[in-house]
């Protein structure tokens, strides 16, 4: 059933032969590949092992029945175990996301719904915070808009994990889910009768990428400088140091204007745009690929209504996988495990089948 794991048996036990020789770790950037590569294929050989095994004992098990019955039971256990390690190695080899163990540039706008909308963007932004925190990533505002009554009109935020990470934990795996756009159902604070309202904001999740992963020629850029400005459009900066660059072949823009130089802005305006590109490469290739193979969760157009956030029932709804629960204050406390969890299973069944 799993003959082609052999191949990636083989390939383990290569890179654990490469990994023993000192000489190959002093090139940094291929050592890392080899144990990212390494740390992807261990769980996959173990479960394949184990299931292995399971399969001998099955059939020790059926030999010591014919001549005693007490094995019987035995012999029912071990078929459950198979069952079991069968289905997580099917899960294993779920074809996996390139782009999982990266950090993310998570972004966050405003939409229908005036100051209310701007207010809920805001709770977005410390849901997320919130969940960063809990999960043990580091976060960093990168730049931000914000409202006259302390929401914010949009805000961009870098994720970034700690340490070694486990597959299907990384940033991008966990948070390429929350792209879309969200709406609220409830009583805005600016309401005087008492009734809901319903506004949205749009978040938008890229992989952060390297400088290696996209290039860019600087001709190709138009670099634009501006007086920062804050809520109400009144001048916070008296110097031209806010930062708007346009890719000229792609149209993509990105700007920044919290930092205080004009160079650091420039940076960070970078990353934002570096990030973008690669969203839309990957896109790209999303659409040319085989209908088959794309996720069911996962979507080009980021104008769909992902999610409904009511706060009258303490509902939170997912649209796509049919998600449900009544406890959206501690969802919007950074409790998003389960929330994501449900998109993240709906995936992986999607692409089983189409395997």
Known sequence: MFEAVE??????????????????????????????????????VATYRSWRQ?????????????????????????????????????????PRDPSDDKDVILEIKAGAGGDES???????????????ERVGWKTEVIDATESELGGYKDVQVAVKARGQIEPGQGV?????????????????????????????????????????????????LRID??????????????TDSAVR?????????????????????????????????????????????????RSQVRTVDRSEKIRTYNFPENRISDHRVGFKAYNLDQVLDGELDAVIQACVDADSAAKLAAA
């Not at 701007?118 to 960063?132: E, K």
């Not at 007086?227 to 900066?237: A, D, H, I, Y």
């Not at 490469?281 to 040319?288: D, G, I, N």
């Open 118 to 132: 701007a207010l809920f963007a805001g709770d977005l932004l410390r849901m997320y915070l919130r969940y960063a």
């Open 245 to 293: 660059i346009t890719h000229l072949p792609t149209g993509v823009v990105a700007s920044c204007q919290n930092e205080k130089s004009q160079l650091q802005n420039k940076e960070q305006a970078m990353r934002i745009l570096r990030s973008r590109l690669l969203a839309m490469a990957q896109e790209e290739a999303e659409r040319e690929a085989a209908d088959a193979r």
């Open 7 to 44: 191949e990636l048996v083989a390939e383990h036990a290569d890179l654990e032969k490469q990994l023993a020789d000192p000489s190959v770790h002093a090139d940094q950037a291929n050592a890392r590949k080899l144990n990212k590569r390494y740390a992807e294929l261990t769980p996959i």
């Open 54 to 94: 399971t399969g001998d004992d099955i059939e020790t098990a059926r030999e010591l029945a014919a001549d005693d019955p007490d094995f019987a039971a035995e012999v029912k256990d071990l078929e459950k175990q198979r069952e079991e390690l069968t289905e997580k190695l099917r899960l294993l080899l779920v």
């Open 172 to 220: 991008w795996a966990r948070l390429k889910y929350e792209g879309g756009v969200h709406r609220v159902q409830r009583v805005p604070a600016t309401e005087s009768q008492g009734r809901i309202h319903t506004s949205a904001a749009g978040v938008l999740v890229t992989p952060e990428a390297e400088e290696v992963d996209v290039e860019i020629n600087p001709n190709d």
């Open 225 to 238: 400088v501006y007086r920062s400005s804050g809520p109400g459009g009144q001048s916070v900066n008296t």
